[in-house]
């Protein structure tokens, strides 16, 4: 019996949340490929779902077709050294409103009770779809706008990292024993993180604030 | 400039949206593949599409990959002649949670400041993601979760048929000289409409009450 569904991109945060939703029981893992530039997330987010022994679903939805970020469009520069002001150019349209809808879809046909979604409001880019405001939101769609949610318990979409700080969220891996070090941050393309993007500053800071070596960086 | 975008099934309701999107102005259409038994409606949707001279953007989503639906499984019958209590087999786990959810990554990309969807309350299979409350949670969504919602105006959500009964919309169709013989509605595959499901049964009773005759069915 599958106990919750975790939406994996393959990074520090949700890889963090696999952690915690193995310790409930057995999570299936859910992964977008979007377009995304940085694809080799992906081949991170299978190797945590492998290291979980979970089940990976990969769904494929193609936003390019419809554009409008950094993350997508590779005649959109990925901003670095904190560029820019308000939320950045790397912010995807809707993408966690879709992933989320996503993730109610599966959970309702598979009768999965719970999502865990890494969202961070502390030390993040900015983006609205991270914060309670819009977490709190989607709860009520999952309440009214779903069979489950109508006639019995809605899916609890579950936001373990949403108050945590950069530093706390590293601590809370390294205790649970997650695969950091299979983690992929960065919003280019590698082969090597760029150290310059928010994500990469975001982490390097985290792992700063915990006093710890980025076993993803002492890997390489 | 694209005024709106309209989710366009290819079924009735939607194209009479369609109609109505297009007196305001040029309107995209939006139609998803999502393993639907009756995919002849996609066809339907281009030739509508055609119709209006709109842009037709098709997004592939696999949901057979995770289930739970008559109209994606075969293995799962759709239900005829008002066989099911309550919500029926053919609700299709969060399908208008994740069409909306496309629908406001979309208009947030290509600048669309409005999003029409042809849900309806009233003469309906009384699925959970058709009703107000959800529309207004969804609202609550683009409010707060994108970044147009949040800096400036959010993606204006319409359902203008959502309180109408079917004959009216029928009624509003023919004023509006929508091409209602394009459309289809069953629930199977066809080649023609079965008749007993939700849909034609809807169908048949909205175009009886309007005092017409259904082209789709003339024109066969």
Chains 1, 2 share one sequence.
Not at 97 to 110: D, N, T
Request: glycine letters at 12%; charged letters at 20%.
């Amino acid at each position: 019996m599958t106990s919750s569904l975790v939406v994996l991109s393959g990074g520090l945060d949700s890889t963090v949340c696999m952690a915690m939703a193995a310790r409930q029981g057995p999570a299936l893992a859910l992964s977008f490929d979007y377009g995304q530039r940085h694809s080799v997330e992906l081949d991170r987010a299978a190797a945590v779902a492998r290291h979980y022994r979970a089940e990976h679903l990969l769904v494929h939805l193609d936003t390019r077709s419809w554009g409008g970020s950094a993350l997508t469009d590779a005649s959109i520069e990925v901003p670095v050294n904190g560029g820019d002001d308000g939320i950045p150019a790397t912010y995807v349209p809707a993408r966690n409103i879709i992933f989320l809808s996503v993730a109610l879809g599966v959970c309702e046909a598979r009768s999965i009770d719970a999502v865990y979604i890494g969202v961070n409001a502390i030390d993040y880019s900015g983006y609205p779809d991270c914060r309670p405001e819009f977490i709190d939101a989607f709860r009520r769609v999952a309440e009214v706008g779903q069979k489950r949610g109508v006639e019995g318990e809605p899916v609890d979409i579950r936001t373990p990292l949403i108050a945590m700080t950069k530093a706390e969220i590293v601590r809370a891996g390294i205790d649970l024993e997650a695969p950091l070090g299979l983690t992929w941050s960065c919003y280019r393309e590698g082969p090597a993180p760029c150290g310059g993007c928010d994500a990469c500053r975001l982490r390097a800071a985290g792992f700063a604030g915990a006093g710890l070596e980025d076993p993803a960086l002492v890997g390489g």
